[in-house]
């Protein structure tokens, strides 16, 4: 089965649909899926200090499932980069992929966090299959104003 297939654009820091020969290209691997779950917002836990005064947000696809999609990245927008944010960042993300390793689609993912330059992270991620071997990986850099976007 795949996926229309999405595209992440670091110079504008959202996806859009990926097109190819003039039409909408599909995915028939883990890009989308897990853009879609590293960027859609999941709703902020109890405890959670949230942004700019922000409600709890979520995401209206998450209505009726019973596991919800999405990361709590949105948290850190206008967090001032410091190892404790890195370390966030890098909990959200594999909170918000758990999902593949409990459906058996990988064995481990790898998060890494970097600060690059004043107001920058990224995020390194590698999926490994059940015997180790790298399925996927993925660099992602966000950026804003005193912290992640």
Known sequence: MADLALV????????????????????RGLQTAIIVSLFTDAPALPGDILPDHAGPR???????????????LWLLRRA??????????????????QWLIDDGVAGSIGVTATQIGLNAINLAITLN?????????????????????
């Open 8 to 27: 992440w654009n670091n110079a504008v820091l959202r996806a859009d649909l990926a097109v190819s020969r003039g039409d909408i290209a599909l995915d």
């Open 58 to 72: 979520g995401w209206w696809g998450n209505a009726y499932l019973s596991r919800p999609i999405g990361s709590r």
């Open 80 to 97: 001032v980069i410091t190892q404790d944010t890195l370390t966030a960042a890098q909990d959200y993300a594999r909170e918000a992929l």
């Open 129 to 149: 299959q059940q015997g180790g071997s790298p399925v996927f990986n993925l660099v992602w850099s966000a950026q804003g104003a005193g912290g992640i976007a």
